[in-house]
């Protein structure tokens, strides 16, 4: 006797498709491979998690930096806002000499002069004085050029 028992029928047919002895794989190489993937799938899950955290600071640096620049702006804006309202620029015009002007008068096309020409009020002339009035090419600090 060979030590098994000796199996019948159904069992017989199923012991005859499992191979047994020496001929059945070895279980090492096996247990190393599951072992290789499951270590490397937590190595890339760490990579993984290290790259989102990277990026989450990131995010955070450029949430930051965009709130500053969003403050910044809306100063800016304040500025811009209070140099231009009307008492501001008037100051400002007055300041520089400016007063406000009278009716206008207009040119037609053909040379003739639609409404009443008349200095601005608050302007003051002497007798046989008129004001300066530079043409542009005075305003400028060198001779323009001729086009030669």
Same mark, same amino acid.
Request: hydrophobic share 40%.
């Given at each position: 006797? =060979?030590?098994? %028992?000796?199996?019948?029928?159904?069992?017989?047919? &199923?012991?005859?498709?499992?191979?047994?002895?020496?001929?059945?794989?070895?279980?090492? %190489?096996?247990?190393?491979?599951?072992?290789?993937?499951? $270590?490397?799938? &937590?190595?890339?899950l760490l990579v993984l998690n290290s790259a989102?955290?990277?990026? /989450?600071?990131?995010?955070?640096d450029l949430q930051r930096e965009t709130?500053?620049?969003?403050?910044?702006?809306?100063?800016?804006?304040?500025?811009?806002?209070?140099? =231009?309202?009307?008492? /501001?620029?008037?100051?400002?015009?007055?300041?520089?000499?400016?007063?406000?002007?009278?009716? %206008?008068?207009?040119?037609?096309?053909?040379?003739?002069?639609?409404?009443? %020409? =008349?200095?601005?009020?608050?302007?003051?002339? =002497?007798? $046989?004085?008129?004001?300066?009035?530079? /043409?542009?090419? /005075?305003?400028?600090?060198?001779?323009?050029?001729?086009?030669?």
């Amino acid at each position: 006797m =060979s030590g098994k %028992p000796e199996l019948k029928g159904r069992a017989a047919r &199923l012991a005859r498709l499992l191979p047994t002895g020496p001929g059945q794989a070895a279980r090492t %190489p096996f247990v190393l491979l599951v072992v290789l993937l499951l $270590g490397g799938g &937590l190595i890339c899950l760490l990579v993984l998690n290290s790259a989102l955290s990277e990026g /989450a600071f990131k995010l955070d640096d450029l949430q930051r930096e965009t709130k500053n620049l969003t403050d910044e702006e809306q100063a800016l804006q304040r500025d811009i806002d209070a140099y =231009s309202a009307p008492d /501001a620029l008037q100051r400002r015009a007055r300041e520089l000499g400016m007063v406000p002007g009278g009716d %206008p008068a207009f040119l037609e096309p053909d040379g003739t002069v639609k409404g009443v %020409p =008349s200095p601005a009020p608050g302007v003051r002339q =002497s007798a $046989g004085h008129t004001p300066l009035v530079l /043409a542009p090419e /005075a305003m400028t600090d060198g001779p323009t050029p001729t086009g030669r």
